[in-house]
């Protein structure tokens, strides 16, 4: 495989240059460009990593938990999260918080498009400044076990 990668280097004049472990330097995403410009002015690879989303359009399932910065917010959040869905219509059937007020969870009916919906409630969850974090997550009830020894 070197010898393969070598020559694409040579036909395209591709010259790697290597920091003195012998890698690209990794810089988190929120670093200052000026201070990566340093870098790459002293001659080193930088390689940027990039933002980790966690929640999947395919993880969506009706289901969305949320943690809030500060529990004084909870009754807030939670009306102007069923106002946006129900603009966007995007129906709730379950609404519950947790004893502390911190923690909640949604569980919207599906409808035609469900990709549709969760880029629509995951772009208005990420934005809002009092959700610390969310996740799609359905919250599968209890189901009583049939008892096989009858």
Not at 76 to 96: G, R
């Amino acid at each position: 495989m070197s010898k393969k990668r070598n020559t694409y280097k040579e036909f395209f004049g591709i010259q790697e240059q290597m920091n003195n472990n012998g890698g690209a330097v990794r810089v988190p995403k929120d670093t200052d460009p000026n201070k990566i410009k340093d870098l790459t002015d002293k001659g080193l690879d930088v390689e940027l990593e990039e933002a980790q989303l966690i929640n999947n359009i395919t993880d969506y399932k009706g289901g969305v938990q949320y943690m809030l910065r500060d529990a004084a917010m909870a009754d807030n959040v939670a009306e102007e999260i069923k106002q946006f869905a129900i603009k966007k219509k995007i129906y709730p059937v379950k609404h519950t918080k947790s004893r502390s007020g911190k923690a909640g969870y949604f569980y919207f009916r599906l409808g035609d498009d469900p990709a549709k919906e969760s880029q629509q409630l995951q772009g208005y969850l990420s934005q809002k400044p009092e959700i610390k974090y969310f996740r799609f997550k359905t919250m599968e009830e209890q189901r009583p076990t049939q008892n096989r020894n009858i």
